[in-house]
């Protein structure tokens, strides 16, 4: 079983690392087997805006662009997807990025035009492409117009979280949901856990009894 911190968090204050929280919880009978962090790979990706498009000089399918990243200089990045257009924010992999299909981004020249970067896909992003259109899957990926640019891509995308991945086994069900997990965390940390609010907002003017009779037949085997 697989369960977010950032969901956890949504019934128990968690103040302790990942880390921690495992430990606890594994030395409390509760196996913590492994921790996924979703944001691996994207440490160095960060959101941008691009400004500017224009061909490149020396190619017929390359574009230079240059992107606002949250920073005073705009960064230019040289390529070949034909999917991008001036105003789009997409995910931008930094020099030093080292991406989760083990793609290391470094500065270069393309026919002769700096590059300092890569504009991402969401394959080289690993994240989930079904229902993605295609020039999103095999191009750059486009996030919405209203994402803050210079941000973590992984902020962006939801990927800023770490995943506790559990082997439980059957005598402990009571642990088999998140609120089971943020019950046992509550327990070992001593934080007060929130459950759910559960509101059930009725409107009908007809009472059950008005719908339906019942009869007992014989109360010795059913008193009610």
Known sequence: MQV????LKDYVDIDETAEEIADR?????????????ADEGLEKVITGRIEKIVPHPDSDHLLVC???????DLL???TGASNVREGHVVPVALVGSILPDGKKISKGKLRGIPS????????ELAIDIEGLPDEQ???????????????????????????????????RADCFSVIG?????????????????????????DNASDLVTIQIADADLCRR
């Open 76 to 78: 230019q990045i040289v």
């Open 181 to 205: 997990i943020a019950r046992e965390i509550a327990a070992l940390t001593g934080k007060e856990l929130h459950l759910p609010k559960i509101e059930v907002g009725e409107t009908a003017e």
């Open 25 to 37: 919880l594994t030395m409390a009978g509760v196996p913590v087997e492994r921790i996924v962090r």
């Open 116 to 123: 300092n970067g890569m504009m991402c896909s969401a394959g």
């Open 4 to 7: 977010s911190i950032k969901w």
């Open 137 to 171: 899957i095999h191009g750059i990926y486009i996030l919405p117009d209203d994402t803050p640019v210079g941000i973590p891509a992984a902020e962006a995308l939801g990927l800023d979280d770490v995943v506790l991945e559990f082997e439980l086994t059957a005598n």
């Open 66 to 72: 240059q992107l606002n990243i949250g920073r005073d």
